[in-house]
């Protein structure tokens, strides 16, 4: 898997500590006033529990909105919200003064269902900018998948598929958007157990890991966890801990010390696959030539 350099959003700072932050643009995307932008008063949904909405937020601090919302210009320059209100006002949580914005100024149904199958259709969109766009054309066009799948020519499988991407973990959806990984990525690590992911999806772009090596690495984990694990009485010494950083720097993050009770022990090396064996060699033979 290559990692496209080009276009990362700032969400990838906050996935691998890194800073990096880059707008993106597009012909009817604008960055609005978040004061500018009110609800719909027909909008039938009033109640927005506060617990998930303060989650949301807190996502929104750390990642940017990654699903614009879509507005209606009226004629005294602000805007009314099409789809997003909850987006809307967990930016609002999340103490953002400008948020991205489709904007859409025709009333014209058929034409604005038509200008986002063609987006749909567009080449060079990535699997979030697909779903993003899909999850559009249901909440403005008010259609069902079965519909949709029919205007842009997909399976109803398929459409689901995109429409799921829309439920992952933050973190995911960034690194799809950013073409970090692809939805074949994706799959194999909402696969693995929830508190493991986000250190797969770490490695997937630390490495550039291919689509086999995540499901190996998954399918690891699994065995890893139906084997009843060893407990140990005592945590492992500082010194250990301090090995175990060391190490991490020189040959790969995941290493593990087993420690007995007579002092005697195993430093263990983890490794998704021959990519792995053979970055560590070539490590190793650096490090003895020196």
Same mark, same amino acid.
């Given at each position: 898997?290559?990692? #496209?350099?080009?276009?990362?959003?700032?969400?990838?700072?906050?996935?691998?500590?890194?800073?990096?932050?880059?707008?993106?643009?597009?012909? #009817?995307?604008? *960055?609005?006033?978040?004061?500018?932008?009110?609800?719909?008063?027909?909008?039938?949904?009033?109640?927005?529990?506060?617990?998930?909405?303060?989650?949301?937020?807190?996502?929104?601090?750390?990642?940017?909105?990654? %699903?614009?919302?879509?507005?209606?210009?009226?004629?005294?320059?602000?805007?009314?919200?099409?789809?997003?209100?909850?987006?809307?006002?967990?930016?609002?949580?999340?103490?953002?003064?400008?948020?991205?914005?489709?904007?859409?100024?025709?009333?014209?149904? #058929?034409?604005?269902?038509?200008?986002?199958?063609? #987006?749909?259709?567009? %080449?060079?969109?990535?699997?979030?900018?697909?779903?993003?766009?899909?999850?559009?054309?249901?909440?403005?066009?008010?259609?069902?998948?079965?519909?949709?799948?029919?205007?842009?020519?997909?399976?109803?499988?398929?459409?689901?598929?995109?429409?799921?991407?829309?439920?992952?973990?933050?973190?995911? %959806?960034?690194?799809?958007?950013?073409?970090?990984?692809?939805?074949?990525?994706?799959?194999?690590?909402?696969?693995?157990?929830?508190?493991?992911?986000?250190?797969? $999806?770490?490695?997937?772009?630390?490495?550039?890991?291919?689509?086999?090596?995540?499901?190996?690495?998954?399918?690891?984990?699994?065995?890893?966890?139906?084997?009843?694990?060893?407990?140990?009485?005592?945590?492992?010494? *500082?010194?250990?801990?301090?090995?175990? *950083?060391?190490?991490?720097?020189? $040959?790969?993050?995941?290493?593990?010390?087993?420690?007995?009770?007579?002092?005697?022990?195993?430093?263990?090396?983890?490794?998704?696959?021959?990519?792995?064996?053979?970055?560590?060699?070539?490590?190793? *033979?650096?490090?003895?030539?020196?």
């Amino acid at each position: 898997m290559k990692i #496209n350099n080009i276009g990362l959003g700032r969400g990838l700072g906050a996935i691998l500590d890194t800073e990096n932050v880059v707008t993106q643009t597009s012909d #009817n995307l604008k *960055e609005l006033e978040i004061n500018s932008i009110m609800p719909n008063p027909k909008q039938p949904r009033t109640n927005f529990e506060e617990e998930p909405l303060a989650e949301l937020a807190e996502s929104i601090k750390t990642y940017g909105l990654i %699903q614009p919302v879509t507005v209606r210009k009226e004629l005294n320059g602000n805007y009314i919200i099409i789809s997003g209100e909850r987006r809307w006002r967990a930016s609002q949580m999340a103490g953002l003064t400008k948020i991205p914005a489709y904007i859409r100024e025709a009333d014209d149904q #058929n034409l604005h269902e038509m200008a986002l199958v063609e #987006n749909i259709q567009r %080449q060079d969109l990535n699997a979030m900018e697909i779903a993003i766009s899909m999850q559009r054309l249901i909440d403005e066009c008010n259609i069902t998948q079965d519909t949709m799948a029919s205007r842009v020519g997909k399976k109803r499988s398929t459409v689901a598929n995109y429409l799921r991407l829309l439920s992952l973990p933050i973190e995911m %959806q960034v690194a799809l958007k950013d073409n970090l990984i692809t939805m074949g990525h994706a799959k194999a690590i909402a696969s693995a157990p929830d508190d493991k992911r986000l250190g797969i $999806l770490k490695k997937c772009i630390k490495k550039e890991l291919s689509v086999r090596a995540v499901e190996d690495l998954v399918r690891k984990l699994a065995q890893k966890h139906e084997e009843p694990e060893q407990e140990q009485d005592n945590e492992l010494p *500082e010194n250990y801990t301090r090995l175990v *950083e060391q190490l991490s720097k020189i $040959l790969t993050e995941d290493i593990v010390i087993k420690s007995e009770k007579d002092g005697k022990g195993k430093i263990i090396i983890g490794f998704a696959g021959d990519d792995d064996i053979n970055m560590l060699l070539e490590k190793i *033979e650096k490090l003895t030539e020196k």
